[in-house]
């Protein structure tokens, strides 16, 4: 009996495939031992890599998104005028058999060529440039949070209460009563004293909560998660100067995005993690060119912030319909149908900041007092009907407010303002 065979059409003939390591790359242009070879991870290797790419009459190049070692690589091969296609890494497991790194890349090259393989989201150069700043400028808030956290832990050590009659240890209140501390005021009717007058406390229930016990190690430990406080907060005034640079240079190179003009709004609340010295309200409305996305309910400046930072407008842009955004951000739920019935509708795993942004954004918005279009579906559509109360991650609001920056942003020059549900 006569082997039987398929064949599949070759989509992508000029196609090369790159398994990409933290030591070295191993790239093939095709399935024969010398069609692959390894190099190195140094700059000089990276063009080598190109070259001999491009003596093999290569077009288009797949890689894996492993970590952060593909950047470098990826940067080059676009320098050089390739079709570079960054694919998740699920998306390019091998068989089952003896897994190697010569195989891995034969087998990219293969599905590659065969046109199996589509590339991942990417922002562009001047948004990947400001998601850096904003990403650093969040990891550094992680860490004054967690020094934050430490100053309390040694206050409640040495008895002072402090975290009992102030609602933020590193507001007015708390830290000019811990500076005070730390410089060795122990009386507690002095420290009362300096209650700022926003406080809700009065200064004798604030005396009362700091009466200590006089510790000196515990002293220590305060004066030095203090000072590292201090220091981030001076790395996060220095991020923001940087993030309004970046800023003001991306809407100074578009005449579309400079030539708008918005009032302020001083009804936006802002809280102490809002950039300083950042007109957000005007910056927002400069980039998207138009559209007050503060003026959907629920809208935060960080919530407007991740927005321009993770996507931008021209990733927006790439997203034919809100429905493929809300994919993309894994907030549509993974629909499974096996023999005409759903086997499964949990939504995907995985998130990313711009996802947590929204869920923040739609728990605003279920914590309104007044009645609004959204704050009245999230409470209608987001009860259970055994246990009567809010769900936790609102995930169907979460993607209401998603299509409503997505139609406000597509659609403005037919409704000239933003939609709202």
């Known amino acids: 009996m006569e082997q039987e065979s398929i064949v599949m059409e070759v989509v992508n003939p000029h196609a090369a495939g790159v398994d990409v390591g933290s030591r070295s790359h191993w790239v093939a242009v095709g399935q024969s031992e010398q069609d692959v070879r390894e190099y190195g991870v140094f700059n000089q290797d990276l063009f080598a890599m190109a070259d001999w790419l491009n003596e093999k009459g290569v077009k288009t190049i797949a890689m894996e998104s492993t970590g952060t070692y593909w950047q470098n690589l990826y940067a080059v091969l676009l320098s050089r005028n390739f079709q570079v296609i960054l694919c998740n890494g699920k998306f390019t497991k091998n068989i089952k058999g003896k897994k190697t790194d010569i195989k891995d890349c034969q087998w990219i090259q293969k599905l590659h060529t065969l046109g199996l393989l589509t590339g991942s989201f990417l922002p562009d150069g001047q948004t990947e440039e400001l998601r850096t700043y904003c990403r650093h400028r969040s990891n550094l808030l992680h860490l004054a949070a967690s020094t934050s956290k430490k100053m309390q832990k040694y206050l409640r050590l040495m008895n002072f209460r402090l975290d009992v009659v102030v609602k933020d240890i590193c507001g007015l209140t708390g830290l000019l009563i811990i500076r005070s501390i730390c410089e060795g005021e122990v009386d507690p009717a002095k420290l009362a004293s300096l209650r700022h007058g926003n406080c809700r406390k009065s200064e004798e229930e604030i005396a009362r909560a700091l009466q200590g016990n006089g510790r000196r190690d515990y002293l220590f430990a305060l004066q030095q998660e203090l000072e590292t406080y201090d220091h981030l907060q001076n790395k996060i005034e220095q991020c923001d100067l940087e993030i309004d640079k970046m800023l003001e240079q ?140 809010r769900l936790s991650v609102p995930q169907p609001e979460s993607w209401q407010l998603l299509s409503g920056i997505w139609w406000s942003k597509e659609f403005r020059t037919s409704t000239r303002k933003a939609i709202s549900f």
């Open 250 to 389: 991306i809407i100074n190179s578009d005449d579309n995005k400079r030539q708008h003009h918005l009032d302020p709004k001083p009804h936006k609340r802002v809280n102490k993690n809002t950039p300083k010295d950042i007109d957000l309200n005007l910056r927002s409305y400069q980039m998207f060119e138009g559209t007050d996305l503060l003026a959907i309910e629920g809208m935060s400046y960080s919530t407007v912030l991740a927005l321009m930072s993770e996507v931008g407008l021209e990733g927006i842009r790439k997203f034919k319909t809100a429905k493929q955004f809300a994919s993309w951000l894994r907030l549509a739920p993974n629909n499974k149908v096996s023999g005409g019935k759903v086997l499964s509708s949990k939504v995907p795993k995985g998130s990313n900041r711009l996802k947590i942004a929204l869920r923040n954004a739609a728990n605003a918005i279920g914590n309104l007092k007044d009645s609004t279009p959204l704050r009245d579906f999230f409470h209608g559509g987001l009860t259970s009907e055994r246990e009567g109360f």
